[in-house]
């Protein structure tokens, strides 16, 4: 089996990407970019939750209307990039929960390391919207989606901005089940585990640590 990958080529968000691939853009465009393309992902990446059947009393009449089912969605921002896509996330589902998941990728290994880990209660219950913006080698990824299903939630889903063939192959390769939502899938690797064209380190993009 593999997995499924849906890729958002909304014209609004690939425009919006291609101003945060350029290499001259400001760490506070390239943030507020981030946010906004990550409402867009939040949007598309949220399609089939379950949803059941409310009687709503409209000033007019009663109707049958929907609410998203069972307990509230996760967020689980992959520190620290994860955390450039949390607030596009929250703008469209406010009431969300927020777990984090603490992972680097060693430099010299290009494996992740977990150094930190915090999920809200009732994870059986939930629904999991894993963000990362790069999905380079898929390791890091890997490694967080498997930490959090050790929770068992009811559905885990991976979203980033973009991705690397080579790291769908690989995440996929571990997690078949698990859906990506990405805006882009790019070219290839290179030998410093950097996407190509891409768009460089995102964390230090989007925090101005370069
Ligand atoms: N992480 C990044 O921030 N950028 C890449 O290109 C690959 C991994």
Redesign the pocket.
Known sequence: MTGRVLVVDHPLVQHKLSLMRRDNTTTQLFRTLLREVSSFLAYEATRDLPVIAERVKTPLAEMEGVQIEGKKVVIAPVLR?GLGMLDGFLDLIPAARVGHVGMYRDEETLEPVEYYFKMPGGMTERDVMVVDP?L?TGNTAAAAVGRILLEAPRSIRLICLLAAPEGIENFHAQFPQVDIVTAAIDDHLNDK???VP?L????DRMFGTC
């Open positions: 990039a790069m380079a585990g950097y996407i891409g460089g380190d995102a964390g």
